[in-house]
């Protein structure tokens, strides 16, 4: 019985073992003729948003799909594109949503934006109803108080008209 036992967890040992190596991701190596293009290379790879992985940039994600846009990105370079070609290209195919920084259009600035504006509607919109509160209230005062208290009122509120 103990042999068994033994055996089972020297097995399940050695399939955790084997299937570690599944895990290693293949570093990409690119080479470039010139500084330039592989400074090029960083920044776009990490300007742009793997379409998988949603919150890694191209250079640090290792979905295949991050492989494969990375490879893309090393071929048009290759190619001499400019880099708003690249992105011109990446944003065809996958959308807005492959830009970490996205561009200023009108869906992002009612979603920058938007709840500042709402905020200050709210704020005005309050402000008009405290207004009106105060006017009625002062109204309703004016209208329940005895003549003479509201001449003492008027002369508390009003100093300066008692002076002239």
Do not use: H
Not at 88 to 115: D, I, N, S
Not at 126 to 131: P, Q, T, V
């Amino acid at each position: 019985m103990l042999y068994k036992v033994i055996s089972l967890q020297i097995l399940i040992g050695l399939c955790f073992c084997f299937s570690s190596f599944n895990l290693l991701a293949a570093i990409g190596v690119y080479e470039f003729k010139d500084e330039t293009k592989q400074l090029r290379f960083q920044q776009l790879t990490a300007e742009l948003r793997c379409p998988k992985c949603q919150n890694q940039n191209l250079a640090d994600s290792n979905a295949e799909i991050a492989q494969d846009l990375r490879t893309k990105v090393y071929q048009m370079l290759q190619a001499e594109k400019a880099d708003a070609e690249i992105i011109e290209y990446m944003l065809a195919r996958y959308g807005e949503f492959v830009l970490y920084k996205p561009r200023l259009t009108l869906q992002t600035a009612l979603l920058w934006y938007g709840p500042f504006l709402l905020l200050a509607f709210g704020i005005i919109i309050i402000g008009f109803i405290l207004r009106q509160r105060a006017k009625t209230f002062t109204e309703v005062n004016k209208n329940t108080l005895p003549s003479v208290d509201n001449k003492k009122l008027a002369a508390l509120l009003n100093p300066t008209e008692d002076k002239k």
